[in-house]
């Protein structure tokens, strides 16, 4: 199975659309914020990065997770509405294949999402705190890092989420089912105690942490945890997959 | 030589027998007709044959390549239309059949000639579900045909078609052993249609196979047996209720 | 046929769709957190609010946030498609029914289920609350009549939302989109309430009702007095706008 007709399918589906006016849904959400409450966020001696993911990012990653999981539906939705799966299951190919190929997809879309994320934040730090609180071509590299870095750790944490929900798709043929659950896990990690280390290790609730004013410690078991998640879902999706074969 | 040989295939639901010790043996380069009512087990042969659903016992051999173990070999050899045209409506049928093609890894112009065969090429660049249910049985066939695979595997190909269209896939068919050189499987309920494309019959009831052979040796067999032999039609009903009435007699 | 047998047809489609299912799932599930972290509802000093209060409330806030319009939208899409998975609005369209009439009759049951879930919410906080009373030992129960005051100001809020929402579905035929759109529309209403312009913002009524009477019932909170006079005739406005235009566009689609 290659990644191309991957990307094939999903024409007209309207998923890359929907991913990129996500992205500027979700970039517009900073923007508009310090549009119209700026007084409340620019202090002197404050991280620009951190108050900006401080103020926002709570609305940006919801967001982004209810993106992910709408598109992990559309991607399986293809599949199962005019039986399509059926004629890909007697091509000789591997059906996990197909999970990778659209985990990928997933992957594609998701960096995009968070390159035009990463824009906008750049633009609120250059706009609101340029000259202010940042000085300097230093002072700007260093912001260029650190929102990369910042945002380079979102993706990371996302891709559990990412692979949950396009585990669930799989396994759902109806897409609304598939749809319902999303929605309510996401509803669940939304209503899960920050402070909570173990209960904030629910893939949906991952996409929820930040980076900037992190202790270091706290920020590498997130990512022990992220790829830990990464392999058991990916494990689980071929187990399923293997079980359905027999069973049907 | 068989191409497909199934020995003692079996698969139950539940305690419900779909299909029971089936043995069935199709020649290499010819036209298999699999004729049976509504629910004999037509459909769930073919889908066990394309590993779509797991025999509860018995396995078979496709090409030398035995089931389970060659599973992903006996694919690569089989093109397959099962029951509804599966499809992503999203796409147009020319979409459809490079996504079937890239994963086969043929080149672009098997796309044309599937299209040219099965009569979509005006069509082609139209949503597949946006197409009427004769052109979603068309789009079907020609995916099951792209890159000429050696076996191919179709049930009931003539749905939903009109007269005129029945019969140019009914040609189609018959012509397919000679064109590429490829056994046919072909289901129907109907034997007028089995009669004008198969060379060899295999006619299913309840999930038993009541007859194997070639049409001349089905109409010695209703000879023999006394059932009307003059018409086709009224052999394949006689068989037919008298399994019927068999089994009702047995329960 | 009279309005009220067309409404019973109506009801009859919904039958095995799941959307009861649903909402009863959604309003259920809501409140497993609340009883998971019921300790925290002793920890509301600062606030100024009594633990049963904001055990109640805190649910309440749960639902009009994100829980309800976002089963509401399931709830819509999964409405529509039963009549658009098999084509059933072409069965209907050719029926001497007015599709003015058939839309009034989709927004009645609608509104029922809204209401179905409503109920549904406010029985599921008894049932929690009487859990949550016998493990932390400390009665959260609270008066019927004040619950269902509060449910019945929610359900009431949340009607102009549910009219937006039918626009959308009735407009956005890619069930896909219609959902997208919805959801998107859910997010930005947190950041709505805290501006002068809630009232034009119909997605964010329930949240805002709820958010008031938290205030309320908080004392170091200031709860913002919701000003009628702008606040009823734009929601009657858009709630009234909305059904039209649904009704004018119901089936047009099909139509042409």
Redesign the interface.
């Known amino acids: 199975m290659n990644f191309r007709s991957e990307c094939r399918k999903i024409k007209r589906t309207g998923f890359l659309p929907a991913f990129i006016a996500g992205g500027f849904l979700a970039g517009a959400v900073p923007v508009l914020n310090m549009l119209f409450r700026s007084a409340n966020y620019i202090k002197p001696d404050v991280n620009p990065v951190e108050v900006l993911f401080m103020a926002n990012w709570q609305t940006m990653a919801l967001l982004n997770i209810l993106l992910v999981l709408e598109g992990a539906c559309i991607l399986y939705h293809t599949e199962y509405t005019d039986n399509a799966m059926q004629r890909m299951r007697t091509l000789p190919f591997n059906e996990s294949g197909l999970f990778i190929n659209k985990f990928l997809l997933v992957l594609m879309m998701c960096t995009i999402l968070v390159a035009i994320e990463a824009a906008a934040i750049g633009f609120c730090c250059e706009h609101w705190f340029g000259g202010t609180v940042i000085h300097g071509a230093a002072g700007y590299m260093h912001i260029c890092i650190e929102i990369l870095e910042s945002l380079g750790y979102s993706l990371l944490l996302v891709l559990p989420a990412a692979l949950l929900s396009l585990f669930i798709a799989s396994i759902c043929k109806n897409m609304w089912v598939s749809l319902g659950i999303g929605v309510l896990c996401i509803f669940t990690a939304t209503m899960l105690p920050a402070d909570n280390f173990v209960l904030s290790l629910f893939p949906f609730a991952m996409p929820f942490q930040i980076l900037a004013g992190t202790a270091p410690d706290t920020v590498y078991n997130f990512i022990t945890a992220c790829i830990a998640e990464i392999i058991i879902i990916l494990l689980a999706e071929m187990l399923f997959l293997k079980a359905r074969r027999s069973f049907e | 030589m068989n191409i497909i040989e199934t020995s003692n295939l079996t698969k139950s639901y539940a305690g419900f027998f779909a299909v029971t010790e089936l043995c069935l043996h199709i020649p290499k380069g010819k036209v298999y007709g699999f004729l049976g009512p509504n629910g004999a087990g037509k459909s769930t042969v073919m889908k066990m044959l394309?590993?779509?659903?797991?025999p509860t016992k018995g396995s078979f051999v496709i090409d030398g390549k035995r089931y389970p173990e060659s599973r992903?070999?006996i694919?690569?050899e089989?093109g397959?239309f099962?029951e509804?045209?599966?499809?992503?409506?999203?796409?147009t049928g020319k979409?459809?059949l490079?996504?079937?093609q890239?994963?086969?890894g043929l080149p672009a112009s098997a796309v044309d000639e599937a299209m040219e065969l099965t009569g979509i090429t005006q069509y082609k660049d139209r949503?597949?579900?946006k197409y009427s249910l004769g052109m979603k049985q068309r789009l079907g066939l020609a995916?099951a045909l792209l890159g000429r695979p050696p076996v191919l595997i179709l049930d009931e190909p003539t749905n939903g078609l009109d007269p005129v269209g029945i019969h140019e896939i009914r040609t189609l068919v018959r012509s397919l052993p000679q064109k590429f050189d490829c056994t046919v499987l072909v289901s129907s309920h109907l034997l007028s249609e089995i009669e004008l494309m198969a060379d060899n019959i295999g006619i299913l009831n309840h999930g038993h196979l009541l007859f194997e052979g070639t049409l001349n040796e089905l109409r010695q067999m209703a000879a023999l047996r006394g059932y009307p032999y003059d018409n086709l039609e009224d052999t394949f009903l006689a068989i037919i209720n008298d399994d019927n009435m068999q089994r009702s007699g047995i329960k | 046929m009279n309005f009220l047998s067309l409404v019973c047809v109506e009801f009859k489609k919904i039958r095995r769709s799941k959307i009861i299912l649903i909402m009863f799932i959604a309003a259920v599930i809501l409140w497993i957190p609340s009883i998971v972290n019921a300790r925290l509802n002793f920890k509301m000093d600062d606030v100024g609010i009594s633990p049963e209060n904001n055990y109640m409330i805190q649910g309440f806030l749960g639902m009009a946030w994100f829980m309800f319009p976002a089963s509401m939208i399931v709830g819509i899409v999964l409405l529509n498609q039963t009549e658009r998975g098999n084509r059933g609005i072409i069965k209907m369209l050719s029926l001497p029914v007015s599709t003015v009439k058939l839309c009034l009759a989709k927004f009645t049951v609608l509104l029922s289920l809204a209401a179905f879930q409503v109920l549904i919410l406010t029985i599921m906080y008894y049932a929690s609350a009487a859990i949550t009373s016998r493990i932390q030992d400390y009665n959260f129960i609270l008066p019927p009549l004040f619950v269902f005051k509060e449910a019945g100001l929610f359900f009431l809020a949340a009607i102009p939302m549910i009219a937006v929402f039918w626009l959308l579905s009735v407009f956005i035929q890619t069930p896909v989109f219609s959902i997208g759109t919805g959801f998107a529309s859910i997010v930005p209403s947190v950041l709505m309430i805290n501006t002068k312009i809630w009232f034009a913002y119909p997605m964010s009524y329930p949240l805002f009702i709820i958010t008031y009477e938290y205030g309320k019932l908080a004392d170091n909170m200031e709860a913002s007095q919701p000003k009628l006079i702008p606040w009823i005739p734009v929601a009657a406005g858009i709630t009234f706008v909305c059904i039209i235009i649904s009704c004018l566009c119901f089936g047009q689609a099909e139509r042409k």
């Open positions: 394309l590993g779509l659903t797991r992903i070999e694919l690569k089989i397959s099962i509804a045209p599966s499809f992503y409506g999203n796409l979409e459809n490079e996504i079937v890239s994963i086969l949503p597949a579900r995916s």
